[in-house]
């Protein structure tokens, strides 16, 4: 499967692909942590705010009524990309946290009470841990968490053996942020609805590298941020089964999730208006729209192959370094690789690594559970996207060389 342009003609569409850092060309292998964006998406932000701003569903004129319905298209596009069955069940947020923190309050007022539990699992982001945290706190309700193996591939079997009566909502990452695992969130959610449960998935990364099916899949909730799928950032989405989404309160009170406001008595507009209080960020959801739109006519198998290829260059060249060890090693993974070149601190290298012109990241990756399970501080992560080149990923083993040998 080929992507539908040559490498060369897609870097040029990313302006910042061509910056120098330090006088040296920029790699960019930060991409877990947000992407660069296209002239495409560029350009439909600009063009909006040039020609076309007004405030969405909020007036009669021709500004208000053009953004509204592109607006309503880009829900409509995203609705597309994921396959969701219903244009309603697309909720507009600032992100991936902000998605799940809504979840986690709405549906926590609504399901959950004293001594119920919530499933997540040990290799969340802190996004997917919090929210739910505080929600346990607020309802005296229990965290419970799946682990996961040397590899980083979730104990499926313990998975089976934690759902209870008590389990009112299983959360659970589809890709991990620092091992690179895709779980088999389809088998997750099958298992927990033998049991009744709904889940939610955190869709953050996997939305970047994979062919997000929700009806597929069959997960009541999917979020996402629209920054780590080559869109702007302050926007991302919701999709929520339609049946919860109207069976759950509004998180948030506001201008246009309102049907009729009295002193004595609100009631609430329909979906998917219901969850989108106050002004939206509306310029981000058409720029994120338009994403979409560029990934899809990139063809989105190539670039999931594409990212396999230059995985695999990057993790048989990391094998070949002697002290190297990488974490996340599952069979099914996505093109993040966290790395620990010896006992050299990943701060080190990554400054090191700066200089040369190379952004990877640093730290714990706001999972710090994940780093408590392998009894580390932090790793190195070099988060590969499509336009990234088999050049830069040589370019990076190199630098990664130099700085075990600058350590030796
Ligand atoms: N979940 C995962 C798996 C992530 O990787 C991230 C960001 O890195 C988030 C949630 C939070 O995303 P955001 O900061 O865009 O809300």
């Known amino acids: 499967m080929n992507l539908s342009k040559t490498i060369e003609e897609i870097r040029t569409e990313f302006p910042i692909l061509s910056i120098k850092v330090y006088g040296k060309p920029l790699i960019y292998l930060d991409n877990g942590a947000t992407t660069q964006k296209p002239e495409q998406v560029i350009r439909v932000m600009e063009e909006l705010y040039r020609t076309s701003n007004a405030n969405v569903h909020r007036g009669v004129h021709r500004l208000s009524d053009m953004v509204s319905d592109r ?88 998975y089976r053996g934690m759902l209870t009566e008590r389990t009112r909502i ?73 049946n919860l989404l109207n069976e759950i309160p509004p998180y948030q009170g506001g201008g246009d999730m309102v049907a009729n406001v009295t002193f004595e008595k609100t009631t609430y507009n329909e979906l998917p208006f219901k969850f989108e209080a106050g002004t939206t960020n509306f310029t981000g959801a058409i720029g994120m729209a338009a994403a979409l739109d560029y990934l899809s ?37 996505v093109s993040v690789i966290s790395f620990l070149p010896g006992a050299i601190h990943p701060y080190d290298a990554g400054m090191i690594l700066d200089k040369m012109g190379i952004a990877v990241r640093t730290g714990t990756h706001c999972a710090q559970p994940v780093m408590e399970r392998y009894g580390i501080t932090g790793t190195i992560r070099a988060s590969i996207a499509f336009y990234n080149t088999e050049e830069e990923i040589d370019a990076v083993l190199r630098g990664i060389g130099r700085v075990t040998e600058m350590f030796a």
């Open 297 to 333: 006519s990139l063809g989105r198998e190539a670039v999931a192959e594409r990212e396999q290829t230059l995985l695999a260059r990057a993790t048989s060249g990391m094998s070949a370094i002697e002290g190297l060890r990488i974490y996340g090693t599952a069979p099914h993974k």
């Open 170 to 242: 299983v959360a659970v990452t589809h890709v991990s942020n620092v091992l690179g695992t895709v779980n088999p969130v389809k088998e997750i959610v099958a298992e927990a609805h033998s049991h009744g449960i709904p889940v939610l998935v955190d869709g953050a990364q996997g939305i970047q590298h994979g062919i997000v099916d929700v009806s597929e899949i069959g997960c009541d909730f999917y979020v996402f941020s629209g920054h780590k799928v080559y869109g702007p950032n302050g926007i991302g989405v919701l999709y929520g089964k339609e």
């Open 71 to 158: 607006y309503e298209a880009a829900r409509e596009t995203v609705r597309a990309f994921i396959n969701a069955p219903k244009r309603e069940e697309i909720i507009f947020t600032a992100g991936t946290t902000a998605s799940i923190n809504a979840v986690a309050f709405s549906f926590g007022e609504r399901f959950v009470g004293e001594g119920d539990e919530i499933v997540i699992s040990g290799m969340e982001h802190h996004a997917n841990i919090v929210p739910w945290q505080m929600l346990c706190e607020r309802k005296k309700a229990k965290l419970k968490v799946i682990p996961f193996t040397d590899e980083g591939v979730l104990d499926l079997e313990a």
